[in-house]
């Protein structure tokens, strides 16, 4: 990866939706090396897509909750059956497996406090493995989502 590549990620972080021209004009290079070079970052996995960025309280999804897990047991087969069952619930956003305590750190979105209630006591707390969970709700967002220093 060179300078230009760099380049081109930096733009792509700050709007992914300019047009090839737009992005070859800011980085200094014609249009058709540009798009190898945006191809080729894809095909690379570096640039792994892109987004809509939503406003969650649009969408009944602005009471964020922070979630921290901690497991009785860490063999295979707990991890393995807590991580896919997390996964599979629409209201985590994100889920990171993490070295030392919390074993994870879980990223919920929901409606309100009682949709959370209803997650957390239906969903959650039905996962295998459980020693301890503390949810944490977000009193408010200061920094969102932030570029990846290039």
Request: some cysteine.
């Amino acid at each position: 990866m060179d300078a230009l590549d760099r380049a081109i990620l930096r733009q792509l972080q700050v709007d992914g939706r300019l047009t090839n021209v737009e992005l070859a004009e800011r980085v200094r290079l014609s249009p058709s090396p540009c798009l190898r070079r945006v191809r080729a970052l894809e095909r690379a996995g570096v640039i792994r897509g892109y987004h809509a960025d939503i406003d969650p309280a649009t969408v009944d999804r602005g009471f964020e909750v922070t979630v921290h897990v901690e497991l009785m047991l860490k063999d295979r087969a707990t991890v393995e059956a807590f991580e896919a069952g997390i996964a599979a619930f629409d209201e985590v956003v994100e889920c990171r497996r993490m070295f030392g305590l919390p074993d994870y750190v879980v990223h919920v979105a929901v409606a309100d406090q009682a949709a959370y209630e209803a997650f957390y006591m239906n969903k959650l707390a039905e996962l295998p493995g459980l020693a301890r969970v503390n949810s944490q709700f977000t009193m408010k967002l200061v920094k969102q989502g932030g570029t990846i220093p290039i």
